[in-house]
């Protein structure tokens, strides 16, 4: 029986033999690319340790044969487990920047990176950045590139997960952040200390129904990591409760909530979240200040004794 690895020759090859067994194989796409093309070129260059663009001068070079096997093995491990690319390789990308990841932590693909590409303007103005916090930071790659991007702020990194929080600090020494990036074991807000002047969450956020509908690709990742009860706010509800304690005068709280942004608008009416919107896709992400956070919950508080 022929092998495609006996076929198959150049980098060019291998591109097109991935992107055709992908296209048949109908995958979902949701974990750092969107089609067959970019799934293929991630997979194969990447396997080959090239960059993903200006990579022309590569594409007629021929593979030895470790390499040809150890790329067949993965489209093979891609369309079988439908386990996602970054899983396969090791690595991700956010922010432009490389990250450690295994099938402890969520993959990243927050579009908070965007808001932090722009400095968290124009919403932070000139409000100084001595502390942020990075809750249920998974791989830490919201927190790490957010200190790349403030670079004389401390961060923290909570996680209830330790599983997640050891990968978190193999990223921090990746990035050579250990002397202002620490980790933090917390569930929410419980074991966090002090006041930030920025706390951003990419937390659980998946209800009930999305989790029973979600294609075999997020299998790979842990559960801990997407589920949040029947509405997805179980998580976002306690962030909510205690955040204007861990807020600086000033401070901001930046939370993504994907397809839940819905229900939690309509569960806090009294709240005037500012809904970002993205050039690079995505939405559900809101942002409020701690005085925008602590006014709206005591009117809340305050309907609620009057209704009584
Ligand atoms: C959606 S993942 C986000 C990971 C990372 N911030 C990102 O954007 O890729 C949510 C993270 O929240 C963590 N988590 C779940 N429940 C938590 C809790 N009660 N307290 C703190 N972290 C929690 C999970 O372990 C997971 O790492």
Known sequence: ????????????????????????????????TDNVWDEAVLLVMRSLHLPLENNTLFLDARLTRDER??????????????RPVAYLLGEAWFMGLPFQVDERVLIPRSPIAELLEAGLQPWLADHPVERILDLCTGSGCIGIAAATVFPDAEVDLADISEDALAVARSNIELHELENRVRTVHSDVLDQVDGVYDVILSNPPYVDAEDMA?????????????????????????????RAADHLA??????????????????????????WLDFENGGDGVFLLTREQ??????????NLNTNL
């Open 1 to 32: 029986m022929t092998r495609p690895t006996d076929d198959l020759i150049t980098v060019r090859d291998y591109l097109r033999y991935a992107a055709s067994r992908f296209s048949a194989a109908e995958l979902y796409f949701g974990h750092g």
């Open 213 to 241: 509908d979600i294609p075999p690709e997020y299998h790979h990742e842990p559960r801990l990591g997407l589920e949040a009860g029947p509405d997805g706010l179980s998580i976002v509800h306690r962030i909510l409760a």
């Open 293 to 302: 956070l602590v006014s709206g919950l005591k009117n809340m508080k305050g």
């Open 249 to 274: 005068p000033g401070g901001l709280l930046i939370v993504e909530l994907g397809n839940s942004w819905v229900a939690l608008d309509e569960a806090y009416p009294q709240l005037p979240f500012l």
């Open 69 to 82: 096997e150890l790329i067949a093995e993965r489209i093979e491990r891609r369309i079988n487990e439908r």
